[in-house]
């Protein structure tokens, strides 16, 4: 290696740890925790429940509900894989460690076999405890902005959410969105079903989503047919 070349890897080498520093945290650190993703993550795929709530602190507020939903997974889906993990947004408090999970969960559904894809993005906090770290809080990030969206007065308040959370506009934004709209049509509250509806339908607009763009209006179609308006559901089924 030419002296160039070694003074130029010796230079980012240094950058990244003042990066890190400035931030906080050791590239130790950093590499402890994507460890401990990567642990919790292959514990869910082979449905090790004790392996998986081992890696959580005892004090975490958040450890009863993850130990249930968790459990409810197992059972909903089988075959399950992570893939495309990402880290990002790393920021540190004391002995406090928070950081963006990104990846994609593959798998089939239980019940029907059928294959199952979706995307997740956690935020996630960890907590230092007894020279380990610990899982502590986990934040879905797509679900947060869509509530988000949803108490935005103003289409201004929405566009500017958007565009601080570009890296959440996704299929699962969309799905989450015309869930959401589906719930509350099926108790009978249609204004803010179809609000709902028409937030999922600006966010597939945003992304260019054909495929889930005909799924807001199916959709769409149901918030009508609820209401026994067949006209109106109907059109939303034309071509």
């Not at 928070?98 to 076999?113: F, W």
Request: proline share 1%.
């Amino acid at each position: 290696m030419s002296r160039n070349a070694i003074l130029r890897a010796t230079t980012m080498a240094m950058a990244l740890i003042v990066s890190c520093s400035a931030h906080g945290q050791s590239i130790t650190d950093r590499a402890a925790i994507e460890k401990k993703v990567t642990q919790l993550f292959a514990a869910l795929q082979s449905k090790d429940l004790n392996s998986v709530m081992a890696a959580w602190s005892v004090g975490s507020p958040q450890l009863a509900n993850f130990r249930e939903a968790t459990r409810a997974d197992f059972v909903a889906f089988n075959d399950v894989r992570f893939v495309d993990l990402e880290f990002s947004k790393w920021n540190t408090e004391g002995n406090r460690v928070s950081v963006r999970i990104r990846a994609h969960m593959r798998g089939r559904n239980a019940r029907t076999g059928q294959a199952d894809e979706k995307l997740i993005v956690w935020d996630a906090h960890f907590v230092m405890e007894n020279g380990d770290w610990r899982w502590w809080k986990q934040l879905d990030a797509i679900a947060m902005l869509a509530s988000r969206l949803r108490l935005a007065a103003t289409r201004e308040e929405r566009s500017q959410l958007i565009l601080s959370g570009k890296d959440l506009l996704s299929a699962e934004l969309i799905r989450v969105l015309n869930n959401w709209a589906d719930g509350q049509a099926k108790r009978r509250d249609f204004g803010e079903a179809l609000r709902l509806n028409d937030l999922a339908l600006e966010v597939g607009s945003l992304l260019g989503d054909d495929v889930e763009l005909e799924q807001c209006y199916k959709y769409r179609g149901l918030i009508f047919g609820y209401q026994m308006k067949n006209k109106e559901a109907l059109e939303q089924f034309s071509p």
